[in-house]
C-alpha cells in the first residue's frame, strides 16, 4: 500500500501537470523566462566564484584563508536568507495549506502530513543554497581541482544546510504561531522581514568589522594561521561554522572534516527532535485553529462596534468610490505587507545605488547622468511592480462584482475614473517619495533634483494608467487569482509597454542630467518630452478604458 | 379596469454567445404589484435573461425596457428603477456588511438619514443588525445571501430581479424572505424572479415562464400551467417535470 506521503506527492504532480496544461502561452512564457533568469544567476554566480577562486587560489599562503572566509560568510548568508525565507513563509504554508480540510478529512497521519509540508518547505528555502552555495562550491572544485571525497563532503554540507535551514524556519513558525492570535498573517510575515532585516545588519557588524582585510591579509604561516583562527572565532557560534569547515576540506583534508559533519548532524538531529515534540504537541492544535477562524488560534468574531456611516471622509460627490477602495487596501493585510515590502526594497535601491554610485563614477558627468537615469527608471520598475500586483487585477475584480455597480445608476467610467485616481494617487505618491530620496541622497542641485522627482511622479502614474488600462480593456477573466493575472497576455503587453515607456523616459533624463552637469544648463525638451509622452499614455489609455467599459456587458 | 402598466418588458430580445443564440427572441412583461417567475433548466437562458434587464449584459437584438426607459439607451434612468440580486452574493470582503449596504445606498443617491433607517429595518427583519457589523467576506454564504437581499430592498425599486433568492438560505430565514417580499409587493413593487425552488415558487409567484433553449416553452398562471402539462391537481414541479419531459 502507497504512504499518504507518497499519495499527497502524486497528487502534487498530478496538479501541476494539469496546470501546465491548462496555461496559457503567457503564463509559460513568464515561468521560462524565470527558469532562465535563475538558471542565468546561478551560472553568472559559478562563474564570478570561479574567477575570484582562481585568483585567491594563486596565492598559496593567503588565497586559502580569504576563500575560507568566503565560504564561511556564503554559508551563513545562506542560512540567514534561507531561514528568513522559509519562516516568512512556514506558518501559512506548514499551518494554512490550501488543501487541509480535505487532507484533514483524509486518514492521513499527523506526523507525514507534517513531513510532507516540511519536504515542501525545504523546496520554497532552498532557492539561496542554489544561487549561491552550489554555485560557489562547484566553483571551489573547479578552481582547486577537488576529487571525489571532495564532492562526497560538499554533497552532504549542502543537503545538511537546507534541512538545517527547513528546521529553524518550522521552529520559528511554531513559535510565532500564538502571536497569529493577536496579529494578522500578513503583519507579522512584515514584522518578521524587519526581524531578519535587524538581525542581518547586527550579523554582518559581527563578521564584517572595520579592518578586515587587514587581518585576512597575510605574509607569512604564522599570519595565515592567525587568520584561520580569527575566522574560526567569529564563526564558532554559527550553526553554519561547521559546515564551512567542512567545505574547506578541499584545502586538504583531515580528520577534523568528519568531526565537522558529525557536529552538524548532531545539531541537526537536537533541532529535528524539537521540531518532532513541536509537532506531537502543537500540529494538531494549530490545524484545528487555523481550519476554525480565519486566523490562526482566534477566537470567533465578536460583535463588533458600530463605525460612524460610511462614508466617513469623503463625502462629496462619488468620494464614497475612492473611500471604499481605501478601506478595502488598508484593510488587508496581504495587500499592505507586499506594499510595505515593495517600498522597502526601493529604498534599499536607492542607498546602494547612491552607495555604488559613491565609489565609481563621482565627478564624470556621462557616468552620472546614467546613474541619474537608472535610479529614475528603477523607481518606476517600482512603480510597474506595484501597479501590475494591484492596478492590473483591480478591474478584474470589479467585474467579478459587478452585479454591485453594473445594476447600479452609476456610469462605469465613473468607477475607472475613481479606480485611476485611487491607484495613480498611491503609486505616484511613492514614487515622488523615491524621486525625493534619490535627490536627497545623491545630493542633487535643484534643477536635477526636480527633474527626478517630475520624471519620477510622471512615470508612476503613467505605468499606473497602462496596468490598469490594459486590466480594464482585458480583464484577465480566466485568472483565478489576482495575484496571476498579471502573467495573462494583457499584462505581458502592459509590462512590455511600460518597459518601452521606461526606455524612452531613460533617455530623456539622462540627456537632461548630462547637459545639465556638463553646462549647468536646463534641457527643456527633456521635460517636454517626459511630460508629453506620460500625458499622452494617460489620456490615451483613460479614452480606451473608457469607450471600453461604455460597451461591454460586465 | 385597464391592464397594469409593465415596469418590465421583453420586446423581441435576443442575446448571443459566440453564435449560439442564448436568450431568442423573448418577448415577456412584468407588472407593477406582481411577482413573475422565472424557471427553465440549466442553460436555458435565465440568468442571460435577468442581466439584460439590469445592463450587465447587451441585448444583441431587440429591447428591454424598465418603467418604459431603454436599458441600453438610458442605462442610469432605467437602472434607479430597478435592483438586482445575483445567485452568488460576491461583494467587498473587506467592508462590513453594513458599509456595503451604505455603499449601495450611495450608488442610488438615498438620503442619508432615509438610508441608515431603511438598513436598520431590513437587517431587523434578518436579525442580522449586530453581526452586519463584521467584515462581508467572514460571512457564511446565507449571510452573504440575506445582505445582498437587504441591498436589493434597499431603495425599493419598481422592479426588484432575484436570481435564486433562496440559496443557502435557512428555513426561518427563506420565511422571513418571502414576508420581505410580499410587504414589498403590497407597496407596489414588482419582483421577477429566477429559481430551481418551485414550492417556494408556486408560493409566492402569481405567473411563472418556463424557458427552454432561450425561448419560452410555457408561460402563465398554475392554472394555466397545470393545463398546459395536463396535471389538473399537479404541483408547480409536477407541471415543470411534465412539460420538461416533452422538450
Known amino acids: ?554 | 379596469m385597464s391592464k397594469p402598466k409593465p415596469v418590465l418588458e421583453y420586446d423581441k430580445v435576443s442575446k448571443y454567445f459566440n453564435n449560439v443564440p442564448a436568450v431568442d427572441g423573448l418577448a415577456l412583461s412584468v407588472a407593477a404589484g406582481e411577482i413573475v417567475g422565472l424557471i427553465g433548466p440549466n442553460g436555458s437562458g435565465k440568468t442571460t435573461t435577468i442581466k439584460m434587464a439590469c445592463g450587465l449584459y447587451r441585448p444583441d437584438a431587440g429591447a428591454v425596457r424598465v418603467a418604459g426607459l431603454d436599458v441600453v439607451k438610458d442605462p442610469t434612468g432605467a437602472k434607479r428603477r430597478l435592483a438586482y440580486v445575483p445567485d452568488e452574493p460576491v461583494a467587498y470582503d473587506r467592508l462590513t456588511g453594513r458599509e456595503f449596504l451604505q455603499f449601495v445606498g450611495e450608488l442610488f443617491g438615498l438620503d442619508r438619514g432615509y438610508r441608515e433607517s431603511r438598513i436598520d429595518a431590513l437587517l431587523d427583519a434578518y436579525g442580522l443588525r449586530g453581526m452586519a457589523e463584521g467584515l462581508y467576506g467572514t460571512f457564511s454564504r446565507g449571510t452573504k445571501q440575506k445582505i445582498s437581499m437587504c441591498a436589493g430592498l434597499l431603495h425599493e425599486p419598481d422592479i426588484l430581479l432575484i436570481d435564486e433568492p433562496m440559496v443557502g438560505l435557512d428555513p426561518q430565514s427563506i420565511q422571513t424572505t418571502i414576508s420581505l417580499l410580499e410587504e414589498y409587493i403590497k407597496r407596489g413593487g414588482a419582483a421577477f424572479i429566477s429559481t430551481h425552488t418551485l414550492p417556494v415558487a408556486e408560493r409566492l409567484c402569481g405567473r411563472f415562464v418556463m424557458l427552454a433553449r432561450g425561448r419560452v416553452a410555457a408561460a402563465g398562471t398554475l392554472a394555466e400551467m397545470r393545463a398546459e402539462a395536463g396535471l389538473p391537481r399537479g404541483s408547480l414541479e409536477d407541471c415543470y417535470l411534465s412539460l420538461a419531459g416533452k422538450l
Open chain 1, 1 to 554: 500500500m502507497r504512504s499518504a506521503f507518497a499519495v499527497m506527492w502524486g497528487a502534487v504532480r498530478l496538479d501541476a501537470r494539469r496546470a501546465f496544461r491548462q496555461s496559457g502561452w503567457a503564463q509559460r512564457l513568464v515561468a521560462a523566462a524565470y527558469l532562465l533568469l535563475l538558471a542565468a544567476v546561478a551560472t553568472g554566480a559559478y562563474f564570478m566564484f570561479l574567477r575570484g577562486f582562481r585568483i585567491l587560489l594563486a596565492d598559496e599562503l593567503g588565497g586559502p584563508v580569504i576563500a575560507r572566509y568566503v565560504l564561511e560568510a556564503s554559508f551563513l548568508i545562506v542560512a540567514v536568507l534561507g531561514t528568513a525565507s522559509g519562516a516568512v513563509t512556514s506558518g501559512r504554508w506548514l499551518f494554512l495549506e490550501a488543501a487541509r480540510e480535505t487532507v484533514a478529512s483524509l486518514p492521513v497521519p499527523l506526523h507525514e502530513r507534517f513531513l510532507f509540508r516540511f519536504f515542501g518547505l525545504a523546496i520554497l528555502s532552498s532557492w539561496p543554497v542554489l544561487l549561491i552555495v552550489l554555485p560557489a562550491l562547484l566553483a571551489l572544485s573547479s578552481a582547486a581541482n577537488a576529487g571525489l571525497a571532495y564532492f562526497a563532503f560538499a554533497s552532504i554540507a549542502v543537503v545538511l544546510l537546507l534541512v538545517l535551514v527547513s528546521l529553524l524556519a518550522s521552529i520559528m513558525a511554531f513559535a510565532l504561531a500564538p502571536l497569529t492570535r493577536y496579529v494578522p498573517a500578513g503583519w507579522l510575515a512584515l514584522i518578521e522581514i524587519a526581524g531578519f532585516f535587524l538581525a542581518g545588519i547586527a550579523l554582518v557588524r559581527r563578521v564584517v568589522p572595520r579592518g578586515l582585510f587587514q587581518r585576512l591579509i597575510v605574509s607569512s604561516s604564522a599570519e595565515s594561521a592567525a587568520a584561520l583562527d580569527y575566522i574560526d572565532r567569529t564563526f564558532a557560534w554559527m550553526p553554519t561554522h561547521p559546515l564551512a569547515r567542512a567545505a574547506a576540506f578541499v584545502f586538504g583534508g583531515s580528520n577534523d572534516t568528519v568531526i565537522d559533519l558529525l557536529t552538524v548532524a548532531l545539531l541537526i538531529g537536537t533541532a529535528a527532535v524539537l521540531v518532532a515534540v513541536l509537532v506531537r504537541l502543537f500540529y494538531s492544535r494549530i490545524l484545528f485553529a487555523a481550519a476554525e477562524t480565519v486566523f490562526l488560534a482566534k477566537p470567533q468574531d465578536a460583535p463588533a462596534r458600530r463605525l460612524p456611516p460610511f462614508p466617513r471622509v469623503l463625502r462629496w460627490r462619488h468620494g464614497f468610490l475612492f473611500e471604499r477602495q481605501a478601506l478595502e487596501f488598508f484593510r488587508s493585510p496581504d495587500d499592505l505587507s507586499r506594499a510595505a515590502s515593495l517600498v522597502l526594497i526601493l529604498v534599499f535601491y536607492v542607498f546602494t545605488a547612491r552607495a555604488m554610485a559613491a565609489m565609481t563614477v563621482s565627478g564624470r558627468p556621462e557616468l552620472y547622468s546614467s546613474v541619474v537615469a537608472f535610479s529614475v527608471a528603477a523607481i518606476g520598475y517600482m512603480a510597474l511592480t506595484m501597479a501590475m500586483r494591484f492596478a492590473f487585477p483591480a478591474p478584474l475584480l470589479e467585474v467579478q462584482r459587478g452585479w454591485i455597480i453594473g445594476a447600479s445608476p452609476m456610469h462605469l467610467h465613473e468607477t475607472y475614473s475613481w479606480q485611476y485616481f485611487f491607484w495613480a494617487g498611491g503609486i505616484g505618491a511613492v514614487s515622488a517619495a523615491g524621486g525625493l530620496l534619490t535627490a536627497w541622497s545623491f545630493g542633487f542641485a535643484a534643477p536635477l533634483a526636480a527633474m527626478t522627482v517630475l520624471s519620477a511622479v510622471a512615470v508612476g502614474m503613467s505605468v499606473t494608467a497602462i496596468a490598469l488600462g490594459q486590466g480594464t480593456v482585458f480583464p484577465a477573466r480566466g485568472a483565478r487569482d489576482p495575484d496571476y493575472a498579471s502573467t495573462s497576455p494583457a499584462g505581458i503587453a502592459a509590462i512590455a509597454l511600460s518597459g518601452f515607456y521606461l526606455w524612452a523616459v531613460w533617455r530623456y533624463v539622462q540627456n537632461y542630467a548630462q547637459v545639465f552637469l556638463s553646462t549647468g544648463q536646463v534641457d527643456s525638451a527633456s521635460v517636454v518630452g517626459v511630460l508629453t509622452l506620460s500625458c499622452a499614455i494617460v489620456a490615451g489609455y483613460w479614452g480606451w478604458a473608457v469607450h471600453a467599459l461604455e460597451n461591454r456587458s460586465v
